[in-house]
């Protein structure tokens, strides 16, 4: 093993330790007899200048050195000759430990400075994984000088000669986190000249006498909740009502959620996309939900999916059953991969010319902890993704890069969008302990799929095809291609820290879906899945007290540093749906000051569920939002809108919600023209139990898609009174309330 001055290091830590048990032998001696305790306070002082933290009240970044170390080649392949390698440690640093190889010798280090880094080397067999902790060399860091190289000599087993060359540098403060609470610069830029297309489209809707001032022109924002394809499809019938009543002009923002996250992905492909006719793209996703489904579980596509996987955990990204998932979504929308990244939307948002579009999703704990316990917003836009609740933001480009104490220490490409919408819209991952929620399990879900996949794969026709029919590969097939697959997945995760994902093998020969995704199901299988951008940064002491993080506090470790997310390795984001299935949280940031807000509620089984649940979740969290409450009565009679407002708190947006309710449609097929004898087929839209909009079908018949869709278009237009009180409600509180902003 190396002969270094190592022993010096554990000599003086000694003499020290001995020096401070005599002291205290001492003082107990002095007052044997005394009730007081005694308290010791070890001082630690520094010769160098303070530290400078960046800070944004909630979470502060530490200064970071870097550790360059090269070992010499000649050294290191004598050593592995002999079947032993150099293990080098800087505990608390990124890297914490690397050992040399035939291909690596050269090392870096990202180190938080003030903690006084220490390097420790020691030699081991290679196929030795233990840590004995026993290092012969250990090196302060603190010692070598800034900027200069330095050569260290060590004498290794049989006088083999090893030098080290090592170089410590700074590191600039320039972080690629954005602390802070404010909007960012390039949506405050948009907001600037989306504000311009507004105030131009309400004077036209109004006939204004006049322009808008500025700080007169309302915020308004559409809130979609999730809900699969019915989500989707409902979402671009409502858009396209509102672009009838040259409405979409006047909306700044649309916030979706699982299912209806969908048709923003697609729609923001066009960077004119709200001025262009949207009966195209309904006639395109038409024809994607009518398709059969059955090729997405076919041997060729599974062999896809294992390529691209492949590919994607090479370019350094961590795989998960989430990323599987993915393609499989993304064959089930599209006939070809999407190539479209979410960064690219920013093109739709240069001139302002479309609404600011936001993605959500929720941060949960691996295991052991209920979404109902810890669960943290996560937003994703063109230009950020961020935690409102820390006010810590990173480039949409830089998600799942590898990050350390704010700073990227890798850089990972942008992944394809079809990876972000497998987040968004990850509703079959399911932990055992959210189950209870549910009303299903994971194995009835999949045994279902695949039942539906299979008894109604769609003719060329468009009408259901009997079983007999059907060409799908056998579950037995399908099972074991998907079990070597998931196999994969596990091989190419972290195992030893802990990251692998679960897997068992079906118990049965015949391979039942239910068996194969099981435990991968009821373990969320989204370990390690994306790198955490928040790793490392230190809370501020006072962070409980902050305002911004008290707004955003709702789960019982907020008040445990040592549980919340920076000290987490990977990200755990699944569907905002296991929690609040409402795209609401990010427009109500008070930066953004929404003044509208188009509620538009997906539910079938529960329909104004998702309004009360928001109106409930901002009287918690004390953030501005009227009160929303139909009494029994009410809800057995629901009507097709709804607004709300809170007279005495202006702050307080105006909320128009829109359920996905069946009344009027079935008398009238447009506002004001009644349905002949004929035609009263065509208002029955079954949303009630056993509905074909239920979440987890796949595939709708041409007839169901067009009744939705009609559905969805009607319950707008024929409201659209009460959409225009909103908006003047708004301007004249504008004009009347709040003068600047």
Known sequence: MPKACGGLHTILGAHFAHYILNLVNKLLTTFPESDSFLSLSFLHFSLGPPEQLISNGVLAARELSILDIRVNREGNEKLLEANTNIVLTVQESYEETQKTSKDKDSFRFHCIKSWDPVLKVKLQYVSDDDDDCLYPFVLPLKRLPVGLPIRICLLAENNVPLDLHLQVTGWPQNLDVRLGYELCVDEQDFLKKRKKVVA???????????????????????????????????????????????????????????????????????????????????????????????NIISIEQLKYYHKELKERVEMGHLSSFTALWSLVQEAVLHDEPNYCKLSEQREALNDGQNPFPIYTAINVKECHVTTFDFREWVEFNPYEVGFQKYGAYIRTEDFDSEFFMGKIVKRIPESRICYLEGIWTNIFSRNLLDSLYWSSTPAEFWQRWVANMAEKRLAVDGKPSGPGNCHLASRQSFGQSLEKLLLWIKHYNNSSDGYATVYKPPSSATGKLSEIFNDILTDRPLKGATHNFLRSLDLEQDYLQQKEFNEWRDTVLDASPSQLTLRDKSLCLIDIGYFLNNSGPPLLKPE????????????????????????????????????????????????????????????????????????????????????????????????????????MHLTYTEEDCDKLINLSTYNILCNKDCIFKALLGAIEKKQGIWPSS
């Not at 992905?265 to 004119?272: F, I, Q």
Request: with cysteine; hydrophobic share 35%; charged share 25%.
């Open 200 to 294: 131009g489209a309400l004077k036209n809707l109004f006939h204004l006498r006049r322009d808008l001032l500025e700080h007169e022109v309302p915020v308004v924002a559409i809130m979609a909740t999730g809900g699969g394809l019915r989500a989707m499809t409902a979402l671009y019938a409502h858009l396209l009502a509102l672009q009838k009543l040259n409405l979409l002009d006047c909306v700044s923002y649309i916030s979706t959620a699982s299912g209806s996250t969908w048709t923003l992905t697609d729609l923001y492909r066009n960077v004119d996309w709200s001025h262009k006719d949207l009966e195209e793209p309904i006639k395109k996703i038409k024809k994607q939900m009518m398709k059969s489904k059955e």
């Open 592 to 695: 953004r000051n929404v003044d509208v807000i188009i509620a538009l509620d997906y539910e079938i089984s529960s329909p104004f569920k998702q309004a009360e649940m928001m109106a409930k979740y901002c009287e918690v969290q004390g953030i501005p939002f009227p009160k929303v409450h139909l009494s029994d009565e009410e809800k057995k009679n629901l009507k097709e809108c709804y607004a709300f407002s809170d007279e005495e708190n202006p702050k307080a947006p105006i909320v128009v919600c829109f359920p996905l309710v069946d009344c009027s449609f079935k008398e009238f097929k447009a506002p004001g023209v009644k349905r002949s004898s004929s035609e009263k087929s065509d208002g029955e839209v079954n949303l009630q139990k056993g509905s074909p909009y239920a979440t």
